[in-house]
T-cell receptor, first 113, second 111 residues
């Protein structure tokens, strides 16, 4: 069965600092992995996705994530945080059928001036 | 494309009333998902359809909840009767392969 664990429900960084949001997955099949972002009072938007091509995936707004099979990880990073990055971030793994995704519990990112 | 469309965006109702939430998926997508999001429980999958057929409704909390997808371009989530603990944001999402596209959500408040 597929599952996702996001370490840290809240992460706080200073503006300009590195952003690192952690995600570990469990999957019985080669996974498709996703990061979504949710800004306040909005729906979830796709940041980036891994679909078995390059292991380093670049997304929107300067975010990227690296698929590491040996560590079963798909951590999200951004070199320099902006105030506008404050949001909740969800990691997800494909559920194996018909587009179903298994979501993590989310990590709320705060950015301090 | 207009994206996933949900209506209404906000709904305030009284306990015991019937509530119907509506969703129009992206044209050409063959899977549709209903989620509920609350502070306490986070994002929960309620039910999903593939080619208009319900595939997994194990997330539907009680018999008071029901969902239908009469055709490829429309789905409803109904709560009858509604209770205050049903207050949440309800999201609809659609997909063609693995990537899901979310609607803006319906914020439901049951008084």
């Amino acid at each position: 069965a597929q599952s996702v664990t996001q370490l840290g429900s809240h992460v706080s960084v200073s503006e300009g600092a590195l952003v690192l949001l952690r995600c570990n997955y469990s999957s019985s099949v080669p996974p498709y992995l996703f990061w979504y972002v949710q800004y306040p009072n909005q729906g979830l938007q796709l940041l980036l996705k891994y679909t078995s091509a390059a292991t380093l995936v670049k997304g929107i707004n300067g975010f990227e994530a690296e698929f590491k099979k040996s560590e079963t990880s798909f951590h999200l990073t951004k070199p320099s945080a902006h105030m506008s990055d404050a949001a909740e971030y969800f990691c997800a793994v494909s559920g194996g059928s018909q587009g179903n995704l298994i979501f993590g519990k989310g990590t709320k990112l705060s950015v301090k001036p | 494309d207009a994206g996933v469309i949900q209506s209404p965006r906000h709904e305030v109702t009284e306990m015991g009333q019937e509530v119907t939430l509506r969703c129009k998926p992206i044209s050409g997508h063959n899977s549709l998902f209903w989620y509920r999001q609350t502070m306490m429980r986070g994002l929960e999958l309620l039910i999903y359809f593939n080619n208009n057929v319900p595939i997994d409704d194990s997330g539907m909390p009680e018999d008071r909840f029901s969902a239908k997808m009469p055709n490829a371009s429309f789905s409803t989530l109904k709560i009858q009767p509604s209770e205050p603990r049903d207050s949440a944001v309800y999201f609809c999402a659609s997909s063609l392969e693995n990537e899901q596209f979310f609607g803006p959500g319906t914020r439901l408040t049951v008084l």
